[in-house]
């Protein structure tokens, strides 16, 4: 089993920046491959970005690509996500997914899941 915990969201406004953290427990977290994603409400959960294993590769939505940016301390745990130049659009629950293969876009490839951290971007 693997228990992830989210936080660092919160309100902000648009042009700003907020930093995410999801901390892991309960397996060697360098044998996880990471990804965020995010749900609006009335909207389907979407992808955010993935990152691998050993943090050297990254794939990123469209919709974020340029302003968020994902990373890991393999020594801490920890996986982040640096967002900038947030939108009202990016208004959502964000998640952080744990996959013991390989990182994906498609969240029904994940293993495990964080009760999720909401993010609100006013205009």
């Known amino acids: 089993q693997v228990q992830l915990v989210e936080s660092g969201g919160g309100l902000v406004q648009a042009g700003g920046s907020l930093r995410l953290s999801c901390a892991a427990s309960?397996?060697?977290?360098?044998?996880?491959?990471m990804g965020w994603f995010r749900q609006a409400p009335g909207k389907e959960r979407e992808f955010v970005a993935t990152i691998s294993r050993s943090g050297a590769s990254t794939y990123y939505a469209d919709s974020v690509k340029g302003r968020f940016t994902s990373s890991r301390d393999n020594a801490k745990n920890t996986v982040y996500l640096q967002m900038n130049s947030l939108k009202p659009e990016d208004t959502a629950v964000y998640y952080c997914?744990?996959?013991?293969?390989?990182?994906?876009?498609?969240?029904?490839?994940?293993?495990?899941w964080g009760q999720g951290t909401q993010v609100t971007v006013s205009s």
């Open positions: 997914a744990a996959n013991i293969g390989a990182g994906s876009p498609r969240s029904s490839a994940y293993d495990y």
């Open positions: 309960g397996r060697t977290f360098s044998n996880l491959a």
